[in-house]
């Protein structure tokens, strides 16, 4: 069946080093990978995605990296800093149901100390 | 622009009482989610809607129905709650394909 999941349930880091998030998936078929953040309290919010046929994705001090071969999701957060504290989930879509599913894993949490 | 919200933040129910949540988003999307978070848990879709008369179910439907009679609502009622349905709920809504969806703040539910 389908399924995401993670390595790690919680990640502490010193403020300034980088981060690495990782997240294992199941489903070969998925079309797109996410990365969520959510803050105590609040609802998720989106940082990137990379579609299925990617290696590779940049954006403002993240990357995210895909390797479908061991079917492998990773985070990379240059320079934590204090505000990056929450729980990172990683999401797989399929779109085979007709419209975008959004499949989401446990969660990481990473803690940033100063 | 408020983006998604949700009333209301937080509720207490007794087992078999009702109630409805709702949630409204002011971007003009075509298509809005519910979901349920459990404690330890990612997200699990309950239902969705890809436009304002039309609904379906997603991974967790039973105990709950949902209503989209405007486009910026949609609405998740439980008819007779159960302790099982104690839960963070939060609604989305996103362009018709478009990954990216916006999230609500939630609502803590909790049956007794």
């Known amino acids: 069946g389908e399924s995401v999941g993670l390595h790690l349930p919680t990640l502490s880091v010193q403020e300034g080093d980088n981060s690495i998030i990782n997240c294992a998936y199941s489903n070969s078929a998925s079309d797109y990978f996410i990365w969520y953040k959510q803050e105590s309290g609040k609802g998720p919010q989106f940082i990137i995605d990379i579609r299925s046929n990617m290696d590779k994705r940049q954006g403002q001090r993240v990357t995210v990296l895909l390797n479908k071969t061991v079917k492998h999701l990773s985070l990379q957060i240059a320079a934590t800093q204090p505000g990056d504290s929450a729980v990172y989930f990683c999401?797989?879509?399929?779109?085979?149901?007709?419209?975008?599913?959004?499949?989401f894993g446990a969660g990481t949490r990473l803690a940033v100390h100063p | 622009n408020a983006g998604v919200t949700q009333t209301p933040k937080f509720r207490v129910l007794k087992t078999g009482q009702s109630m409805t949540l709702l949630c409204a988003q002011d971007?003009?999307?075509?298509?809005m989610y519910w979901y349920r978070q459990d404690p330890g848990m990612g997200l699990r879709l309950i239902h969705y809607s890809v436009g304002e008369g039309t609904t379906a179910k997603g991974e967790v439907p039973d105990g709950y129905n949902v209503s989209r009679l405007k486009k910026q609502n949609f609405l998740l009622g439980l008819e007779s709650a159960a302790p099982s349905q104690t839960s963070v709920y939060f609604c989305?809504?996103?362009?018709?394909?478009?990954?990216?969806?916006?999230f609500g703040p939630g609502t803590r539910l909790t049956v007794l």
């Open positions: 999401a797989e879509i399929n779109s085979s149901g007709g419209y975008n599913k959004l499949i």
């Open positions: 989305a809504s996103s362009q018709a394909g478009v990954n990216e969806q916006f």
């Open positions: 971007m003009n999307h075509e298509y």
